[in-house]
């Protein structure tokens, strides 16, 4: 793997340590305002360090995805600001439109079934039109190769590989162009327990090397604290804040340590607050049935 720190090497010569602060403040979404009026998120606010992996958890329909779908430039803001490496990025006035600093990959593919894996992973840097195809090409190999030998596929179109290769491909897609913040939407959810761990070797492996600033949605608690330096627990919608984790276990991550006692008391916290939270969206939702 020890190639793979050339996954951004020239982008990164010239790059200052810092890149990928992110600082969500006061950030509040309602949908339909003039109509149902339906509140995402309330005065959500959340400050992330430069390479931090931070993941969030909470019951269904809290408001994981619009805040990702904010920070990606995919969705407005209704009040707040977020701010990226001191800069503003979206407030009312300034909606933000997707951009390279910030990638995303979703729990659904979004290969082109109609490219290889190699121009999959170049499209991002051709697009620009900025680097010559051979170089694209030299730097797609390069990133596939260290990211566990995947170069031996760079032939291959994505309907030839197991959604878990699909996934790594993504990946390797969103950090060809060396973003400062990396945003996934619950990527392995469909995916069996077997594959889920192998696919979280994969991405510690590049968040270790990367050194990339991480926002993980997922639902599987457990995946949060594996992967995780903080574990941030939504409350139900409107969704903001309940619960702030620092998840201190050692990396490298290791399986073992889900059986020690401190990865033990994390996770009794981190149910309990996501359970008290689905019960309280439970009670609502039989209210308003009532
Ligand atoms: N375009 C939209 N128009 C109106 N309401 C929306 C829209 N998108 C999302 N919502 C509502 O906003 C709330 C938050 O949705 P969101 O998709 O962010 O939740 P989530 O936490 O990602 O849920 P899940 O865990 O199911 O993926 C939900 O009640 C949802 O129905
Ligand atoms: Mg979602």
């Not at 490219?115 to 620009?128: A, E, I, R």
């Not at 797609?140 to 260290?146: D, N």
């Amino acid at each position: 793997m020890r190639d793979m720190l050339d996954l951004n090497s020239a982008a990164a010569a010239g790059k200052p340590a810092a890149a990928g602060k992110v600082s969500i403040r006061n950030v509040s979404k309602i949908y339909d305002p003039e109509g149902a009026r339906v509140v995402a998120l309330d005065n959500f606010s959340v400050d992330f360090a430069p390479g931090d992996f931070l993941a969030i958890v909470g019951p269904s329909g809290c408001g994981k995805s619009t805040l990702l779908n904010i920070l990606a430039g995919f969705d407005t803001l209704t009040s707040g600001e977020v701010y990226l490496d001191d800069k503003l990025l979206a407030s009312v006035d300034r909606p933000l439109a997707p951009g390279p600093d910030r990638v995303v990959v979703f729990q659904q593919g979004a290969l082109f079934p109609w490219k290889t894996v190699l121009d999959n992973v170049t499209y991002g840097l051709m697009k620009q039109g900025r680097t010559p195809r051979a170089e694209a090409e030299a730097r797609g190999i390069e990133m596939l190769k260290a990211s566990g030998g995947l170069d031996r596929i760079a032939k291959s179109f994505p309907s030839q590989l197991s959604s878990g290769m699909q996934r790594r491909v993504e990946i390797i897609r969103a950090l060809i162009n060396d973003p400062k913040v990396l945003l996934l939407d619950e990527p392995f959810r469909a995916m069996d327990t077997v594959n889920k761990v192998t696919m979280h070797r994969h991405l510690l492996d590049i968040f270790r090397i990367s050194q990339k600033t991480i926002m993980f949605i997922t639902h599987d608690l457990e995946e949060a604290l594996f992967l995780a330096d903080r574990v941030i627990v939504m409350t139900t919608r409107p969704g903001t804040v309940k619960l702030d984790i620092k998840v201190d276990l050692p990396r490298p991550r290791t399986r073992e340590m889900m059986a020690s006692d401190a990865y033990i008391a994390l996770k009794e916290r981190t149910v309990m607050a996501v359970r008290e939270e689905a019960q309280k969206a439970f009670e609502r939702g039989e209210k308003e049935m009532a």
